[in-house]
């Protein structure tokens, strides 16, 4: 019998693994100290079965080390960043980075990758504040007094409930105290601004006089929080954004609205119902928050937009160096309400035209791919009605009308990581034994690439 110490003389050395042709480093990554670290790891796995008793020979270990290096390397590709076709039909995809940039935010943001006058106005010389101009297009699409940018909205109710009520009640309804989604729960946030919670109502049904009763000397306002993610239906009352707007008005309390989606167009007539931004601050509200990459369309970031004393206020705050976005994210924001305030923003902005396309046309783009790839005989693809959703915490429960190539006859689950292996990687969905890729969320542009990957995969799937 082999002693362990000399089994554990068989394990391969970093350098000797290094030499092995099968070691299969992936394109793009190849940064040496990431490999030798897969290395070391792998062995040290090894080493842990072999002091637990498993026998191997110096060529299994070699293997077995071989093996998860060249899985940890798959991973690692699995998670550097690149494109993604967005063939899920979601939207705002959160795990695929929400809102797909317009062009012209794009551009921008590469402008402003060097040297940029984030706070400087060329035209004097002097400085101004950072975000100047970002704030006054808000104010002008939005109708607010004024406005900040922060990170992201959950930053936005933190910086909120933190400079208007840190040390008082904060009044928000049963019906309202949500998880977003991301381990973000709004009593968590409550609790590290240092505002209090003051609880109202019941799950389903929340009173205006509810908020009226709880109304005392601690209160620092009242939040109503935007249910983004599920909807309640059935036995059902809260106050209407007008009713709670005139109670705050007439009890001089703040009235905070979490919107979170940001809806800046009234998009009805496409079967979506949300409330636009402007419709909160000309209801009354002194405070919106929103996210920049939801409904509006642009990047990661949280829009506060008010009354002016509140928004003076949180400027000073100190939270506010912490929490304020880069210059990057002020080029594309500025870039995207340059496109929301022009003449059609539908033209320009990828999200509107996403949610507001026509199935008939999603149709005639999944044709365009089907026509375009050589299909092996042991594959069936079809076209079918589907439906996409919007997603990304907005618009809880809507539904769009859409159209799906369905690939079927193959193993569904390794047939998309096949193609999620693709650069640009494709992203779809599994359903019902089928993969299915809703062109909702494709863009024109994509459906070459999209016809070309998926042919790489069907040539080497052909039998
Ligand atoms: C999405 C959402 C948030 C969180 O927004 P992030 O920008 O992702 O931080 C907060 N509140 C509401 C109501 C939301 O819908």
Same mark, same amino acid.
């Given at each position: 019998?082999?002693?362990?110490?000399?089994?554990?003389?068989?394990?391969?050395?970093?350098?000797?693994?290094? !030499?092995?042709?099968?070691?299969?480093?992936?394109?793009?990554?190849?940064? /040496?100290?990431?490999?030798?670290?897969?290395?070391?790891?792998?062995?040290?796995?090894?080493?842990?079965?072999?002091?637990?008793?498993?026998? +191997?020979?110096?060529?299994?270990?070699?293997?077995?080390?071989?093996?998860?290096?060249?899985?940890?390397? /798959?991973?690692?590709?699995?998670?550097? @960043?690149?494109?993604?076709?967005?063939?899920?039909?979601?939207?705002?995809?959160?795990?695929?980075?929400?809102?797909?940039?317009?062009?012209?935010?794009?551009?921008? $943001?590469?402008?402003?990758?060097?040297?940029?006058?984030?706070?400087?106005?060329?035209?004097?010389?002097?400085?101004?504040?950072?975000?100047?101009?970002?704030?006054?297009?808000?104010?002008?699409?939005?109708?607010?007094?004024?406005?900040?940018?922060?990170?992201?909205?959950?930053?936005?109710?933190?910086?909120?409930?933190?400079?208007?009520?840190?040390?008082?009640?904060?009044?928000?309804?049963?019906?309202?105290?949500?998880?977003?989604?991301?381990?973000? !729960?709004?009593?968590?946030? +409550?609790?590290?601004?240092?505002?209090?919670?003051?609880?109202?109502?019941?799950?389903?049904?929340?009173?205006?006089?509810?908020?009226?009763?709880?109304?005392?000397?601690?209160?620092?306002?009242? $939040?109503?929080?935007? /249910? %983004?993610?599920?909807?309640?239906?059935?036995?059902?009352?809260?106050?209407?954004?007008?009713?709670?707007?005139?109670?705050?008005? !007439?009890?001089?309390?703040?009235?905070?609205?979490?919107?979170?989606?940001?809806?800046?167009?009234?998009?009805?007539?496409?079967?979506?119902?949300?409330?636009?931004?402007?419709?909160?601050? %000309?209801?009354?509200?002194?405070?919106?928050?929103?996210?920049?990459?939801?409904? +509006?369309?642009?990047?990661?970031?949280?829009?506060?937009?008010?009354?002016?004393?509140?928004?003076?206020?949180?400027?000073?705050?100190?939270?506010?160096?912490?929490? !304020?976005?880069?210059?990057?994210?002020?080029?594309?924001?500025?870039?995207?309400?340059?496109?929301?305030? @022009?003449?059609?923003?539908?033209?320009?902005?990828?999200?509107?035209?996403?949610?507001?396309?026509?199935?008939?046309?999603?149709?005639?783009?999944?044709?365009?791919?089907?026509?375009?790839?050589?299909?092996?005989?042991?594959?069936?693809?079809?076209?079918?009605?589907?439906?996409?959703?919007?997603?990304?915490?907005?618009?809880?429960?809507?539904?769009?009308?859409? +159209?799906?190539? /369905?690939?079927?006859?193959?193993?569904?689950?390794?047939? %998309?990581?096949?193609?999620?292996?693709?650069?640009?990687?494709?992203?779809?969905?599994?359903?019902?034994?089928?993969?299915?890729?809703?062109?909702?969320?494709?863009?024109?542009?994509?459906?070459?690439?999209?016809?070309?990957?998926?042919?790489?995969?069907?040539?080497?799937?052909?039998?």
């Amino acid at each position: 019998m082999i002693s362990l110490a000399d089994q554990l003389r068989l394990l391969p050395s970093a350098d000797e693994v290094l !030499r092995r042709p099968e070691l299969k480093v992936m394109p793009g990554s190849g940064i /040496r100290v990431q490999l030798v670290a897969w290395i070391r790891q792998a062995v040290d796995e090894c080493r842990d079965k072999v002091r637990d008793g498993v026998v +191997f020979t110096a060529d299994e270990l070699m293997k077995r080390v071989i093996g998860r290096v060249n899985e940890l390397a /798959r991973l690692d590709a699995g998670r550097m @960043s690149c494109s993604v076709i967005n063939a899920t039909g979601v939207v705002l995809h959160t795990n695929l980075g929400r809102a797909p940039l317009a062009e012209r935010a794009v551009r921008r $943001i590469e402008e402003a990758a060097g040297y940029v006058n984030v706070e400087m106005n060329l035209e004097t010389g002097k400085r101004n504040a950072r975000s100047e101009r970002v704030v006054e297009l808000l104010c002008l699409l939005t109708g607010a007094e004024d406005a900040v940018i922060v990170n992201n909205c959950a930053a936005a109710t933190m910086m909120t409930l933190q400079v208007m009520a840190a040390g008082r009640e904060v009044i928000v309804s049963r019906g309202q105290l949500v998880e977003i989604g991301g381990g973000y !729960r709004l009593p968590e946030v +409550f609790e590290v601004s240092g505002a209090r919670l003051r609880e109202v109502g019941t799950t389903n049904r929340t009173y205006l006089h509810d908020y009226e009763d709880a109304i005392n000397d601690h209160t620092g306002g009242i $939040i109503r929080v935007h /249910r %983004s993610n599920f909807s309640l239906s059935g036995f059902v009352t809260e106050p209407s954004s007008a009713e709670l707007a005139d109670l705050c008005r !007439r009890r001089s309390v703040p009235l905070i609205d979490d919107l979170g989606s940001g809806c800046i167009q009234d998009l009805v007539e496409f079967g979506l119902v949300e409330p636009t931004v402007s419709a909160s601050v %000309s209801a009354g509200a002194d405070v919106v928050l929103m996210s920049g990459d939801k409904l +509006f369309g642009g990047p990661q970031a949280g829009i506060i937009l008010g009354r002016r004393q509140w928004i003076s206020a949180m400027r000073k705050s100190p939270l506010m160096r912490a929490l !304020r976005a880069d210059k990057l994210i002020l080029a594309a924001l500025e870039a995207t309400l340059e496109v929301h305030l @022009s003449q059609n923003p539908m033209e320009e902005l990828p999200l509107l035209q996403m949610l507001t396309r026509q199935s008939s046309r999603i149709r005639s783009s999944c044709e365009r791919v089907v026509s375009l790839v050589r299909i092996p005989e042991n594959i069936n693809i079809g076209i079918e009605a589907c439906e996409s959703e919007v997603g990304g915490g907005s618009i809880p429960g809507s539904r769009l009308p859409s +159209f799906a190539i /369905r690939i079927a006859g193959t193993n569904p689950s390794e047939f %998309s990581q096949k193609l999620r292996r693709c650069r640009p990687a494709v992203v779809g969905r599994i359903q019902d034994d089928g993969v299915l890729l809703d062109l909702r969320t494709v863009s024109d542009a994509q459906i070459p690439h999209l016809a070309e990957q998926l042919q790489s995969v069907f040539d080497g799937e052909a039998v």
